[in-house]
C-alpha cells in the first residue's frame, strides 16, 4: 500500500522538524549544552518538549513551518500548543518556541546560552 499525498507531506515536515532539531541540539552540544530530546514533562498528558534541561525547567521548541501554514500556525496546532504551553507553566517551567530561521542563524542556540548562563548553570 501506497502512502497519500497527504501522509507524505506530513512525513517531509516531520523529516524538516527533526532536522531542525538535530541542528539546534549540535549548536547547542558545542557549547558544552547537554539538552535532553523528547523530554516528557506532565505527570498525566504524554506531552514532550522537543529539547530541555529539567534542571532548570528550561524547555525549547522548535516550531517548524511557520511560513508554510504548518500545523503550529493553524487553529487546531496553534489551540493545542497554547494547551501545552499553558500547562508547562503551570507546573513552572520556561518555554522558549524558536523557528527555522532563527534556529538556522544561531541566534537560538546563542540565547539559550545567555539565558543558562545567567542561572548560573555553565561554566
Same mark, same amino acid.
Given at each position: 500500500?501506497?502512502?497519500?499525498?497527504?501522509?507524505?507531506?506530513?512525513?517531509?515536515?516531520?523529516?524538516?522538524?527533526?532536522?531542525?532539531?538535530?541542528?539546534?541540539?549540535?549548536?547547542?552540544?558545542?557549547?558544552?549544552?547537554?539538552?535532553?530530546?523528547?523530554?516528557?514533562?506532565?505527570?498525566?498528558?504524554?506531552?514532550?518538549?522537543?529539547? @530541555?534541561?529539567?534542571?532548570?525547567?528550561?524547555?525549547? &521548541?522548535? %516550531? $517548524?513551518? /511557520?511560513?508554510?501554514?504548518?500545523?503550529?500556525?493553524?487553529?487546531?496546532?496553534?489551540?493545542?500548543?497554547?494547551?501545552?504551553?499553558?500547562?508547562?507553566?503551570?507546573?513552572?517551567?520556561?518555554?522558549?518556541?524558536?523557528?527555522?530561521?532563527?534556529?538556522?542563524?544561531?541566534? @537560538?542556540?546563542?540565547?539559550?546560552?545567555?539565558?543558562? &548562563?545567567? %542561572? $548560573?548553570? /555553565?561554566?
Amino acid at each position: 500500500m501506497s502512502a497519500t499525498p497527504a501522509q507524505v507531506a506530513a512525513l517531509q515536515r516531520k523529516a524538516k522538524r527533526t532536522a531542525l532539531e538535530d541542528t539546534l541540539c549540535a549548536q547547542l552540544m558545542a557549547r558544552n549544552l547537554w539538552p535532553v530530546r523528547e523530554h516528557r514533562f506532565h505527570p498525566v498528558r504524554r506531552w514532550r518538549f522537543d529539547l @530541555a534541561f529539567p534542571d532548570r525547567k528550561l524547555a525549547i &521548541e522548535v %516550531d $517548524g513551518g /511557520t511560513w508554510s501554514n504548518g500545523r503550529h500556525t493553524r487553529g487546531a496546532g496553534y489551540a493545542k500548543d497554547a494547551e501545552k504551553g499553558n500547562a508547562a507553566i503551570v507546573l513552572g517551567w520556561r518555554v522558549l518556541h524558536y523557528t527555522s530561521n532563527v534556529i538556522q542563524s544561531g541566534e @537560538a542556540a546563542r540565547e539559550i546560552a545567555r539565558i543558562l &548562563e545567567e %542561572d $548560573g548553570c /555553565t561554566s
